[in-house]
């Protein structure tokens, strides 16, 4: 190839330059950005939610304490076990017979996301109980 201009685009020395500029300029609008000092809440979709339900607003109640706990407990275990064997090994490796799954290959990451999709759905149980008990404390 000639030295002309896709030569020194093309050079990794210069995807090196761009990649480094790239995360300083990053940095740079993060760190003047006033927003970015605020103190307010950030409402993260799904990760949120999961964060929530495991780290805090724990009832006052030892019952459901212990309920919820056990909850994300089980839905850990669940999301490892279904991650492995359902999806990491049925679903990517047997059904879709991607090569990228093959032997133990991407599991972690398959494992990690379906722990976090458990975490969610056992929060939306934990949340529905909630609410039916405290409708039926109403009715009572």
Known sequence: MGKD??????????????AYLVIFF???????????????????IVVG???S??????????VWRILKVLLWLLAI???L?????????????????LKMFREDHGSWMTMFF???LFLFIFSHIY?????????????I
């Not at 076990?81 to 017979?97: D, E, N, V, Y």
């Not at 949340?127 to 008990?133: G, P």
Request: charged share 15%.
């Open 127 to 139: 949340n529905m109980i909630l609410l039916m008990d405290g409708n039926m404390g109403s009715l």
């Open 77 to 79: 275990l669940i999301g």
């Open 26 to 44: 990053n940095f740079l609008i993060f760190a003047e950005d006033p927003v970015s000092h605020s103190q307010t809440e950030a409402n993260v």
């Open 114 to 116: 379906s722990t976090i």
């Open 5 to 18: 201009f896709r030569y020194y685009f093309q050079h990794p020395w210069s995807r090196m330059i761009v």
């Open 49 to 51: 939610n999961c964060f």
């Open 81 to 97: 076990i279904a991650g492995k064997f359902l999806f990491h090994q049925r679903l990517f490796g047997q059904l879709l017979r």
């Open 53 to 62: 339900f495991v780290t805090n607003k724990y009832p006052r109640g030892v």
